[in-house]
């Protein structure tokens, strides 16, 4: 890391000479520093915000599909529920009359014996 100093002057008092003297001190100037690791901070905050993002617009697309997935596999067993019992109620009549024909029959069959 590139350290930054500023310049700082101020007046001191020289014993020896019995007066005031203007001095100049190099110090590190810290604010530039401070300033770039908040640049920096927020930076790195904002990609995290984007990459979570992004991972949670990933997991709506995967559940989405989930649902999707879910949604069509219901709807072709409601489809089929719904040909089976179209197809049992053109099928009833005909067991209606088979029924009927095994009555009869073992009506018939137990006046023999009878």
């Given at each position: 890391?590139q ?31 401070l ?11 904002e ?6 993002l ?12 989930s ?14 529920r719904?040909?089976?019992?179209e ?5 009833n009549p ?7 024909q ?13």
């Amino acid at each position: 890391m590139q350290a930054n100093y500023k310049t700082i002057s101020s007046m001191e008092f020289d014993v020896l000479s019995g007066t005031y003297k203007k001095v100049d001190k190099q110090v590190e100037d810290k604010s530039a520093w401070l300033f770039s690791q908040l640049i920096n901070s927020g930076a790195e905050q904002e990609q995290n915000n984007l990459s979570k993002l992004n991972t949670d617009i990933s997991s709506f697309n995967i559940s989405d599909q989930s649902f999707n997935d879910s949604f069509n596999t219901t709807l072709q067993s409601f489809r089929f529920r719904q040909s089976e019992n179209e197809f049992l109620k053109t099928q009833n009549p005909v067991n209606q009359a088979q029924d009927e024909q095994k009555q009869n029959l073992t009506a018939d069959l137990l006046s023999m014996l009878s």
